[in-house]
């Protein structure tokens, strides 16, 4: 029998996607035998972050601890490290692996200097997701360059981000493979829209890179059976929230969006008959593989890793930032519904037997156990 890891999983927001990976892995690896702890920023949170954290306490043997980690550059980024090196000695930490930009930095800080402890970094987005030319996306490349060499692996949640990295960053010298996000069983049951369902749903984060702006002007193009204005689900919360109040009221939405806030994601599902998307930048979305392990027709653009979820359908996806391009789409999925549920179907199938937590896991599992054996050499 092998024997159990110390490992410390570190993240910024414990929101969104990564915040769904980090809690998959944790609850698996848990059920595995391992000691798991994990360290979150203490200063993002939404309606249910204290209730996801405390959620994972059973699972999380060496506890749930919150640290300050401002998304961009700020003090805490100086004593923050610091902070979570001490914890990570103080738990006897074997593996740290960092999620985002934030969650890697304290990681492979946590491993300096340090011969029985290794450094993993899943990117989730990060550093990939800021503009190329801007100021602020030069200063966090940099560093990710000069981070690699105390990197004993980089996770990339799809090809798209590999690939993005080795252009944008540096080609790893440390082992650097495709580990796909995965879904549990339960996931796999069907979604059943509630009676009062609208037309469309968007689940995520309301900030400018999801492209919100394009999902509602596409909606005011688009009308359901009878003529009747076609209707939107939206559930999510993000630094955006109040200028898409703004914008419902210019475009005279206000009566055929809802917005819902934050929502777990089936319940959200629920409130809708096809999940809409619209964004300018991704990875590999947990929200997309969600409605289509669900049962739910998607829209969405060919962007990030999409495409490699979307498998034998990829066709029918939209380029970013094309109001006239979604609402096309829309427009098809509300006169067409039945081909829309033939690709549904094409696309499930293709999902099924790929993207597993447990799958997702022994790949993990099986990286911490490699790296670490080379680190003590």
Do not use: W
């Not at 979307?310 to 999925?333: E, I, K, N, Y």
């Amino acid at each position: 029998m092998t024997e159990p890891l110390r490992i410390l999983q570190i993240l910024r927001a414990p929101v969104g996607g990564l915040f769904r990976h980090v809690n998959d892995l944790t609850r698996e690896l848990a059920a595995r035998g391992h000691a798991i702890g994990i360290v979150a920023d203490s200063l993002t949170a939404d309606g249910l972050t204290d209730a996801r954290l405390a959620a994972l306490d059973e699972f999380a043997s060496l506890g749930v601890h919150r640290l300050p980690m401002p998304r961009l550059l700020g003090p805490a980024d100086f004593t923050t490290p610091i902070a979570v090196r001490r914890l990570a000695d103080r738990l006897g930490i074997e593996i740290a692996h960092g999620h985002g930009a934030k969650g890697g930095l304290n990681a492979r800080l946590a491993r300096m200097g340090n011969r029985n402890r290794v450094a993993l970094y899943t990117l989730h987005g990060g550093v990939l997701n800021f503009r190329p030319n801007s100021n602020t996306g030069r200063f966090f490349r940099q560093l990710e360059r000069m981070l690699l060499s105390q990197t004993d692996a980089v996770i990339f949640e799809s090809a798209f981000a590999q690939a993005t990295f080795g252009r944008m960053i540096a080609e790893p010298k440390c082992r650097a493979p495709v580990i796909h996000n995965g879904l549990t069983p339960a996931e796999f049951e069907p979604v059943v829209p509630l009676p009062d369902a609208r037309d469309f749903v968007y689940v995520g984060e309301f900030r400018g890179v999801k492209g919100i702006p394009f999902l509602l002007e596409a909606l005011t193009r688009v009308t359901g059976p009878g003529g009747r204005p076609a209707t939107l689900h939206m559930a999510g919360s993000g630094p955006d929230v109040e200028a898409t109040r703004a914008l419902l009221a210019s475009l005279g939405l206000g009566e055929r969006v809802h917005l819902a806030g934050v929502q777990p994601a089936r319940q959200a599902l629920a409130s809708g008959r096809c999940l809409v998307v619209p964004s300018l930048a991704e990875s590999l979305p947990y929200v997309i593989l969600e409605a289509a392990s669900a049962g739910l027709p998607v829209i969405a653009t060919d962007v990030g890793g999409i495409a490699e979820i979307f498998g034998p359908t990829a066709g029918s996806l939209l380029p970013p930032a094309d109001a006239a391009a979604l609402a096309g789409a829309m427009q098809r999925v509300l006169d067409d519904p039945d081909a829309a549920q033939r690709e549904m179907r094409e696309r499930l199938e293709f999902i099924r037997p790929r993207f597993s937590v447990a799958h997702m896991t022994d790949q993990i599992e099986g990286l911490y156990r490699t790296v670490l054996e080379a680190r003590r050499g």
